[in-house]
């Protein structure tokens, strides 16, 4: 087996495509929007590709995306075979084999067990009252970093997700105290990845939250044919919240900052 860079679109969208709900992400990131930011590493067999390794260049902190079905014993050949390819610094999401494949060569700092949740039944979105939510525009960045330093810090929030029209916002005294927005958005793979979904601390335990995301689930739907989230495996409040809405649980993975010893 040996590892390759890639870079024909179809090809790796016909991979991630064999288990979609653990690839979203990536798949979105197939998009022209984030496309130049990524680099493709895949591991060919005899009969093909076996496995693929994201990396994500677009934020702050180069992110490695290295997901499989246990055993993925593939991918853990493939990280072996690109490591010394690898930024020295950057964040990880990794199923086990991924991480057992880097722990030689770099310091893993766990950031916790964290789960893949899809939206399965859409049906659940309908019972819920959006009136009061509205839509965001990119008029809104210097507010909605304000707002997240408030009720989010340290989230990662790349401010270009609010030219996909996907952020919606929840105000109370003209001021906003919940949002929901994505991470991922491709209209032309049809999938999208929520993301900064918080509530202001002194708003919360109303169901704030569940509103403004069953009203961006319900405009994503429109142009998306699957929904999907990470959330951390502890953060039982929000698990429950996106079951109300119809989501479930796809995969689950872990999340690392690794720096190179």
Not at 47 to 74: F, M, Q, V
Not at 95 to 109: F, I
Request: charged share 20%; with cysteine; proline share 5%.
């Amino acid at each position: 087996m040996r590892a390759v860079f890639l870079h024909d679109k179809h090809t790796i969208a016909t991979y991630l495509r064999r288990d979609a709900a653990l690839h979203l992400y990536a798949l979105g990131d197939l998009d022209d929007f984030f496309w130049p930011y990524t680099v493709w590493y895949g591991l060919l067999d005899g009969e093909g590709l076996c496995a693929i390794a994201l990396l994500y260049t677009g934020g702050d902190l180069p992110a490695l995306l290295a997901t499989g079905r246990s055993p993925a014993t593939a991918l853990g050949t493939l990280l072996q075979q690109v490591k010394h390819l690898l930024p020295r610094r950057f964040y990880g999401h990794f199923s086990p084999e991924a991480r057992d494949a880097l722990t030689a060569d770099y310091a893993l700092e766990p950031h916790g067990p964290h789960l893949k949740m899809c939206l399965s039944d859409p049906s659940c979105l309908e019972g819920v009252d959006i009136s009061g939510v509205e839509r965001l525009t990119p008029a809104a960045t210097a507010e909605l970093v304000a707002f997240y330093a408030r009720s989010y810090p340290g989230n990662w929030f790349d401010p270009r997700m609010l030219e996909t029209g996907q952020y919606f916002g929840i105000r109370e005294h003209d001021d906003l105290v919940s949002v929901a927005g994505v991470h991922v958005y491709s209209e032309a793979y049809r999938v999208a990845a929520l993301g900064n979904i918080t509530t202001l601390p002194t708003a919360r335990g109303r169901g704030l939250a569940t509103t403004v995301t069953a009203a961006l689930c319900r405009s994503l739907l429109k142009t998306v044919d699957l929904v999907g989230l990470n959330v951390h495996a502890e953060n039982t409040a929000a698990i429950a919240c996106y079951r109300r809405l119809g989501f479930t649980i796809a995969a689950e993975y872990g999340e690392f900052l690794l720096t190179g010893r």
